[in-house]
């Protein structure tokens, strides 16, 4: 299977999904697609938003994830419990096509059929008149970086209506520069340090060839994933990480995963603190796209995430990694 270009991609994509002139980016339409046979909610929002249950509760063998729960209560000063609401909003483009995504494919290629234009602000009107709204607003997608000022506009639009109940998430493939190419240096001072955001940034892999083999992007830009990630985090922004551990059978899983964690310790030491591995779940969209390899491949993260628990126990002390994942120093 021939690889993405990524960066002729993401500049196709980005040409279609927002329109700076009004402020607008393209959210999906998530009425009748195999997404929304999964949501235990309905859609809201004229269709385009979705309620997502936050849980930190995880497979047997694999670590709680305590994202966005503890950040978001903290930041927003109330008790953080095993569960919070959030909206979702998903701007309608990615540039990876990773095979155990849980938003049908149609929904990432920016088909204006499947999709509808809204100024950011509007998104945020329609989320603070909904009733009994949750207080995270989670920018979803697609990449929501390929629309970098999404969260500018957001924060702002919500500084404005002094809305200082909500917090804000995003989610960020680390795929690309456009943070630096495409947001005035305000916005990256007003999203590096806002109180209420926090980002995770997902590490597709834990080695070239599986980042490969998850996203179909090529496999030097797994190299990419780090740099992006280390340059975000010089900005001083709230920021967590995840890793898939899904890939391609083959020998020393674990030792790869050790290479892995080394690579995030170069960062910065307590890095694997602030990285939740996600255990990769067959939901609707996915059941389809399952071939013997991908099947073998969860299979794979199991060895994976043992090795990843090892190597967590052997480097950081029981209290380091007991602290709460907002407490980690980075
Ligand atoms: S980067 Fe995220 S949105 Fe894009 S295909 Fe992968 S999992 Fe889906």
Redesign the pocket.
């Given at each position: 299977m021939t690889a993405i270009d990524t960066d002729a991609y993401s500049a196709q994509l980005r040409a279609k999904a927002v329109d700076l002139s009004v402020q607008a980016l393209l959210i999906s339409d998530l009425r009748g697609t195999a997404q929304e046979n999964d949501l235990s909610e309905p859609v809201n929002c004229g269709g385009y938003g979705r309620i997502r249950h936050f849980s930190s509760a995880a497979s047997p063998g694999w670590p709680p994830n305590p994202l966005p729960i503890l950040p978001a209560a903290a930041a927003l000063g109330i008790p953080p419990g095993d569960q919070m609401r959030a909206q979702v909003f998903q701007n309608a483009v990615?540039?990876?096509?990773?095979w155990?995504?849980?938003?049908p494919?149609s929904l990432?290629s920016g088909n204006e059929k499947k999709a509808q234009w809204f100024a950011a602000a509007e998104l945020v009107d329609r989320y603070l008149a909904e009733p009994e709204r949750p207080g995270i607003l989670d920018l979803?997608?697609?990449?929501p970086d390929l629309v970098p000022e999404w969260v500018a506009w957001t924060l702002q639009a919500l500084d404005e209506r002094r809305a200082g109940d909500v917090y804000v998430w995003s989610?960020d493939?680390l795929?690309g520069p456009y943070f630096w190419s495409h947001l005035t240096e305000t916005q990256r001072e007003l999203i590096a340090t806002h109180p209420r955001y926090g980002r995770v940034c997902?590490f597709?892999g834990f080695d070239a060839e599986s980042f490969a083999f998850?996203?179909r992007a090529a496999p030097e830009l797994f190299d990419r994933q780090f740099e992006l990630f280390a340059r975000l985090l010089a900005t001083g922004m709230d920021l967590y990480a995840y890793v898939t551990l899904t890939g391609p059978v083959g020998e020393r899983i674990g030792e790869k995963v050790a290479r892995f964690i080394d690579r995030l310790q170069r960062i910065s030491d307590a890095l694997p603190l602030r990285t939740v591995p996600l255990e990769i779940e067959v939901w609707g969209p996915v059941a389809p796209r399952l071939t013997a390899a991908r099947r073998q491949a969860l299979d794979v993260q199991n060895q994976a995430i043992e090795a990843w628990n090892t190597e967590v126990e052997a480097r950081f002390t029981p209290a380091d990694r007991q602290r709460p994942i907002d407490e980690i120093t980075l």
């Open positions: 990615c540039n990876w096509r990773c155990y995504c849980y938003v494919f990432l979803s997608g697609g990449q989610d493939n795929s997902c597709k998850n996203t």
